[in-house]
Every structure is written in structure tokens, then in C-alpha cells.
């Protein structure tokens, strides 16, 4: 997948549980970790905004693209 | 008025029918050779009893089969799981039964002409249906891109 999702990296790096992050941000603890096992097929941008803003970061902290071999 | 009482309500009678049908179809398995016998009888044509039991207990096992499939897709709409694989699945049994269907009354034909008129509507039930199919596994595609957009 061409596309990772770095939030187990951000979230170490705030120290912040996915429990806490996903009331943060208001989405269910399921979606966040779809979200952060690189499972989730699209991002809104109002979830994008709630994460950079709740772990203080931009969106390339947290999307990576990765080309494929 | 509580739709969603009717709405239970229709699924309720829906079941009932493809069960009483079910029921129907299991019944013929033993009334087909005295149904086939009777047809011979008041047909006033060459004598094809044997040709038609054949022709009768293939469709009837094809019913029992499609008549399966949509009883289990009503279990999976009683179940709010509406757009998915599984359903698409058993609606693409259902629309091979059709073509079975109209495969056996097309070789019927050879005997009784009158039986492509039933092959020409089994085969155009089957082209619906799948029609049906390919729109629920599209349907599918895209309820599953939605629950994974986060």
C-alpha cells in the first residue's frame, strides 16, 4: 500500500493512548485502529483536522507515501 | 402508522410465501409422475410421460435450490445485512436457476413447442437478476469503501 498511516509513531511520540486519541477526536476506538493498521480506504479531511490538531503535528507527520517495488 | 412494523410485517409474509412455496415444491417431488400421467391424458398428443417427469423433477430440484437461496436472503435482510457479497451471491444462484430452468423447458421444446414460451421468460427472469447481482456486488463495493473511510 502505497500510503501509511504513522499514527502508532505520533501517538508514542505525544504519549497518548488510542483510548484517549479516539475521544479526542471524537471516532470510535474500532475506526481509529482501522485507521492506524493501514486498513482505512479513505481519510475524511474534518478527521484529518481532529488528529493534527489533538497531536499538535501536520498531516505529513502522519501520511507517508511509500512507492510501490 | 409504524413503518417500520410494516416493514417487518412484509418481510414476515414474504417468508411465509417462499416457505409455503418451499413446501409446494417439496410436495410435487411425489405428485409429478400423477401430474405428468394426468397432462398425457388430456394433452391429446404423442405420449411423453417419461420425457416430462424428467424435464418436471429437474425444475423442481432447480426451485428448491433458488427457493433455498432466497429464503436465505431474507434471513440476511431480516438481519440489517443487506448490501453484501453473500447476498450478491445468492441472487447469482437464483439467476442460474433461472437459465436451468429455461434450459430444460428449451430441450422440452423439442416435443411441446408451447414450453419455449416458458424457457423465453426463465431466461429473461435470469437476465434480471442478474442484472440484480451485478448492481448489489457494486452495491457491496461501495458500502465497503464507506465503512472504511474513517
Known amino acids: 500500500m502505497p500510503i501509511i498511516v504513522n499514527l502508532d509513531v505520533m501517538m508514542a511520540k505525544r504519549k497518548i493512548s488510542a483510548g484517549d486519541l479516539a475521544e479526542k477526536i471524537n471516532i470510535t476506538p474500532a475506526n481509529l485502529s482501522i485507521l492506524k493498521n493501514n486498513k482505512a480506504k479513505a481519510v475524511r479531511f474534518s478527521t484529518l483536522e481532529a488528529i493534527c490538531s489533538a497531536l499538535d503535528c501536520q498531516p505529513g507527520d502522519i501520511l507517508e507515501f511509500v512507492k510501490d517495488e | ?150
Do not use: H
Open chain 2, 1 to 150: 402508522m409504524n413503518i417500520n412494523w410494516t416493514k417487518e410485517r412484509s418481510l414476515a409474509f414474504t417468508r411465509f410465501l417462499t416457505i409455503s412455496f418451499l413446501v409446494v415444491a417439496g410436495a410435487l417431488i411425489f405428485l409429478i409422475p400423477f401430474i405428468t400421467i394426468w397432462y398425457d391424458s388430456v394433452s391429446g398428443k404423442d405420449p411423453i410421460v417419461i420425457v416430462l417427469s424428467v424435464c418436471f423433477y429437474l425444475c423442481d430440484i432447480i426451485a428448491i435450490v433458488a427457493l433455498w437461496n432466497l429464503l436465505r436472503l431474507l434471513t440476511n435482510i431480516s438481519k440489517q445485512e443487506l448490501f453484501t457479497e453473500k447476498n450478491a451471491g445468492c441472487v447469482r444462484v437464483i439467476s442460474w436457476c433461472c437459465y436451468g430452468v429455461a434450459a430444460v423447458f428449451a430441450v422440452l421444446t423439442f416435443w411441446r413447442l408451447l414450453a419455449l414460451i416458458v424457457a423465453f421468460i426463465a431466461a429473461f427472469v435470469g437476465l434480471i437478476l442478474r442484472v440484480v447481482k451485478n448492481m448489489l456486488t457494486a452495491a457491496a463495493e461501495m458500502r465497503e469503501e464507506n465503512d472504511y473511510t474513517i
